[in-house]
Structures are given as C-alpha cells and as structure tokens.
C-alpha cells in the first residue's frame, strides 16, 4: 500500500514539475521580441506592402495582375500566393515573386534600369533583414 501511495505522490510531483516548467517556458516566450519569434519563417507580403517595393499603389498591382502583365521570362504568368475565401481572396508575395515582378517591369520596360536597381535593393535590404533575423541566435 505504501509504494501505491509513494509512486502516485511521484507522479503528482513529476506532474506540477512539469507544469512549472511550461509555465516558466511561457514566460520566456512571452518576454520575447516578435521578431525572434519569427526568425526562420519566410515573410509573405500583402499586395500593398509588395507595391511599396516599386514605389506603386495596391490598386496598382491588383490592375497588373488582372492585366497578366507580370510573367515570367518564359511567358508563364506570375501568380502570387492566393488566401482566404469568397470573391475576393487576398494575394500574398513573398520575396522570390517580388523580385520576379521586378525582373517581369524590368524586360516589359515598364522600369528603367535606375528604377530597377533601386527595387533590387529594397528586395535585397528586405532579404538581409531576414537573414539577421535568422542569425541572430547563432
């Protein structure tokens, strides 16, 4: 009777050891920057935020997309990441398509190479930041 009680009071205490210690986890995790707790995750960008690396409207980029004017080298029409329901699921961009509209503005002439250079760098600047933040702990 008594290593009954002995292995269920070793139990009990292996049970709110376990719990402080998920209690003190969360605790760190919630003391945590947001930006940690997204490093290695691949950024997506809305349609707005996508715009802003070439200095363009959302309104902007919605037209193109509906116009298949941005593609590919190929031709392929680019087409980004398409979420939520209904009749109007958001777009979403993360940096490889970026830089293919980029690529897609710079063959069609819509940018000129000084306008091209500089999106590059706002998708290179937006790349390094990730980068730090995947390095961060290293």
Request: net charge negative.
């Amino acid at each position: 009777m008594a290593s009954q009680k002995d292995e269920q009071l070793r139990r009990i205490d292996d049970r709110v050891a376990q719990i402080l210690e998920a209690r003190d986890r969360q605790k760190e995790l919630s003391e945590l920057e947001a930006e940690t707790l997204l490093a290695g995750i691949e950024r997506w960008y809305s349609a707005a935020e996508a715009a802003r690396f070439f200095a363009r409207t959302s309104a902007w980029i919605y037209d193109r997309f509906k116009q298949g004017k941005f593609t590919y080298r190929d031709g392929t029409p680019i087409v980004p990441v398409m979420t939520g329901t209904g009749p109007k699921p958001r777009r979403r961009f993360n940096l490889e398509l970026i830089r293919e509209i980029a690529n897609s503005m710079y063959r069609d002439g819509t940018v000129k190479m000084e306008e091209y250079k500089v999106i590059l760098t706002r998708i290179a600047s937006a790349e390094f930041q990730e980068i730090l933040l995947d390095t961060e702990d290293d």
